[in-house]
């Protein structure tokens, strides 16, 4: 498809400042959503076994958010406003495996092992651009031309 276009990788301030965008985006369509739950049982907590209802709705609005915008877009909203978009190492269509993975699993690695957020510093080192999880999931950040 693309094969003879040389594609410009998207950096890390690029990519940090688009994932900062997202989660301001994220957590006000939080706020929005969960702000009914504040009227349920006098406001106290629900607690479903070690989570809360809010934490886990939370991060279920957190995971679809990127795995849906990334699989119908190619790019979240935070990477709309910067210009960037994920595409599959091969120029192939990203599919639900590609996406899982680094949409879900890579996410939720990186925040229930906070060390591993140092991982996303290979994106600043590596020629492509990649983190960890672009490496495993084979995809890439590029800019939106």
């Known amino acids: 498809m693309?094969?003879?276009?040389?594609?410009?990788?998207?950096?890390?301030?690029?990519?940090?400042w688009?994932?900062?965008a997202d989660i301001i985006i994220v957590f006000s369509i939080n706020g929005i959503l969960l702000l009914p739950f504040q009227f349920i049982n006098?406001?106290?907590t629900?607690?479903?076994?070690y989570w809360t209802l809010n934490g886990i709705l939370g991060a279920l609005v957190f995971y679809l958010y990127f795995l849906f915008m990334?699989?119908?877009f190619h790019q979240t909203l935070g990477k709309?406003?910067?210009?960037?978009?994920?595409?599959r190492e091969d120029s192939m269509p990203l599919g639900w495996s590609d996406l899982i993975f680094r949409?879900?699993?890579?996410?939720?690695?990186?925040?229930v092992f906070p060390i591993t957020l140092l991982l996303y510093l290979?994106?600043?080192?590596?020629?492509?651009?990649?983190?960890?999880?672009?490496?495993?999931?084979?995809?890439?950040?590029v800019l939106d031309e």
Request: aromatic share 16%; charged share 25%; hydrophobic share 45%.
């Open 103 to 111: 949409e879900v699993v890579g996410r939720f690695i990186h925040r």
């Open 46 to 49: 629900i607690h479903v076994g």
């Open 18 to 20: 688009a994932y900062l």
């Open 80 to 87: 709309m406003i910067f210009g960037l978009k994920v595409v």
């Open 70 to 72: 990334t699989k119908y």
């Open 42 to 44: 006098d406001g106290a």
């Open 2 to 16: 693309e094969d003879n276009v040389t594609k410009r990788y998207a950096g890390f301030w690029m990519r940090f």
């Open 122 to 141: 290979f994106v600043a080192f590596t020629r492509q651009k990649q983190g960890i999880h672009d490496m495993i999931g084979n995809t890439r950040v």
